[in-house]
């Protein structure tokens, strides 16, 4: 499966952006998928994760309220709507495919990667 990330930008403190990821190549369609993010000087973190139906969804603890996963209808593309962002959720954002058809937090779990998005929020 290949990854194809974007939607990262700069923007101020409490603005938007959305994020895309398509998939291609093997099917993704009955795999979880999830976005997480690498900060500078810090480690990868799980933002949030959507099973391979859209049905479950689980996020970060920080970001729950602000941030919304998505996929579409045939399963290969998931979103991440993020708003009221804030300069901590400064990081590239990475995709990735989980080898599970709900997906967890693990970074272990997830097979396929994107190349990253980078997102700045300026204060």
């Known amino acids: 499966v290949q990854l194809q990330a974007s939607g990262g930008g700069l923007v101020q403190a409490g603005g938007s952006l959305r994020l895309s990821c398509a998939a291609s190549?093997?099917?993704?369609?009955?795999?979880?998928m999830g976005w997480f993010r690498q900060a500078p000087g810090k480690e990868r973190e799980f933002v949030a994760g959507?099973?391979?139906?859209?049905?479950?969804?689980n996020y970060l603890n920080s970001v729950k309220g602000r941030f919304t996963i998505s996929r579409d209808r045939a399963a290969t593309t998931i979103y991440l709507q993020m708003n009221n962002l804030k300069p901590e959720d400064t990081a590239v954002y990475y995709c990735?495919?989980?080898?599970?058809?709900?997906?967890?937090?693990?970074?272990?779990?997830?097979?396929?990667w994107g190349q990253g998005t980078q997102v700045t929020v300026s204060s």
């Open positions: 990735a495919v989980s080898r599970r058809a709900v997906a967890g937090t693990g970074a272990d779990e997830y097979t396929s």
């Open positions: 190549g093997r099917t993704s369609s009955n795999n979880g």
């Open positions: 959507i099973s391979w139906n859209g049905y479950y969804t």
